[in-house]
């Protein structure tokens, strides 16, 4: 299995645009033996991005200082925190709490939409 980290990911440039209604797993697409990343929202107290795996590709264990939201909008994953596994399908989702280890495993293509939360940790 080949996984990729969430760091140097390529990112389509931009945010999406406000206050114009969208659909969120046709905002990104899927690119052969890749991770793809797209910012819907980004301020400094949190972000929201929506990603596309390519079958195989996954992210490595990380931990992170912030409470993550994640959802699944194509496919399905296995998402895994603190050493628990847990299958997520269309429209299901987990928060990952501050300072959980979690990391991604591939289950085919999959799409999910990011959240994180950065306020409260001041």
Do not use: C, W
């Not at 990380?62 to 050493?83: H, M, N």
């Amino acid at each position: 299995m080949d996984t990729k980290k969430l760091e140097g990911l390529p990112k389509q440039d931009g945010e999406i645009e406000k206050g114009k209604k969208h659909i969120i797993v046709e905002l990104i697409e899927y690119e052969h033996n890749e991770v793809v990343s797209k910012s819907i929202l980004k301020k400094v107290t949190g972000s929201i991005n929506a990603m596309a795996f390519d079958t195989g590709e996954g992210l490595n264990e990380k931990r992170s200082p912030f409470d993550t939201y994640l959802q699944v909008i194509d496919g399905s994953a296995i998402i895994v925190v603190d050493g628990n596994d847990t299958k997520l399908e269309i429209g299901q989702g987990i928060l990952i709490p501050a300072h959980a280890s979690s990391h991604i495993e591939p289950n085919g293509r999959f799409k999910l939409l990011l959240t994180i939360i950065k306020s409260g940790y001041e």
